[in-house]
């Protein structure tokens, strides 16, 4: 570092010799950890993009961040849940201590290595999910969500800002890239949830209490799932039409 001694790091990558060190921005955390960011100027390495066949579609889902045009869902895991039971333990003891006291300080550091842990867990469970994605399928299509606009408005504030939704796709998007494969985004006033996933048809309204989604030709589907193999579909289509 520039007018500092060496510093002892732990490297998360391996620094290529043939990258060129633009910047290094330091960061300290609440709970006293440094952390340097290295910004390299490096070759472009994104693919070549490449046909596509296997399609996911994505659906925004309250519980449990999203939902899969296959079925499946990406819940946090329950590990995850214990940190914040933890939490909640630390921050109901530090309200029992002294404001200003030792013991609040060191009470206090505590609960930012708790929140440190929660947000770590959640970037890495962001971006196991998004890799996991990006080597198993050729396109994967979302709602082009109005993040902003949806947290506060009609959409009964689908809690974007807790789960971090947005910072997953964009996760998603840069891991697809890399591979030279496609990120989708899909009208954000789509009709994903009203349309029929198997006979198309879509009905005039539906409400965020359904969870379940019937039509007059037989299908029965969870709200999400049949929303999400709607966004897939809408991708498809776009994406031919580009190609
Ligand atoms: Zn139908």
Redesign the pocket.
């Given at each position: 570092m520039p007018k500092m001694t060496v510093i002892r790091t732990k490297l998360h990558r391996s620094i290529s010799e043939k990258w060129k060190l633009k910047s290094v921005t330091v960061s300290r955390e609440p709970s006293g950890k440094y952390f340097a960011s290295f910004l390299f100027c490096c070759e472009n390495q994104t693919a070549e993009k490449r046909p596509a066949e296997k399609f996911l579609g994505i659906d925004f889902a309250m519980h449990g961040m999203c939902v899969f045009s296959t079925g499946e869902r990406a819940g946090y895991p329950m590990f995850y849940r214990n940190t914040e039971k933890k939490l909640a333990r630390e921050q109901r003891k530090l309200s029992r201590c002294q404001r200003g006291s030792r013991n609040y300080e060191k009470q206090k550091k505590r609960v930012a290595l708790c929140h440190e842990k929660i947000r770590n867990q959640r970037k890495d469970f962001q971006h196991k999910l998004s890799a996991g994605l990006a080597k198993n399928y050729d396109a994967v299509c979302v709602e082009d969500l109005n993040l902003k606009g949806m947290a506060g408005g009609l959409h009964f504030g689908k809690g974007v800002h807790d789960n971090g939704y947005g910072l997953f796709l964009s996760m998603l998007e840069y891991k697809l890239e890399e591979r030279g494969k496609y990120l989708i985004k899909v009208d954000r006033y789509f009709a994903s949830s009203k349309i029929?996933?198997?006979?198309?048809?879509k009905k005039a309204g539906l409400s965020l209490a359904e969870r379940l989604y019937y039509?007059?030709?037989?299908?029965r589907m969870d709200r999400d799932i049949n929303a999400a193999v709607n966004i897939m579909n809408e991708g498809k289509r776009i994406f031919a039409e580009c190609a």
């Open positions: 029929c996933s198997v006979c198309g048809k039509c007059e030709c037989g299908n």
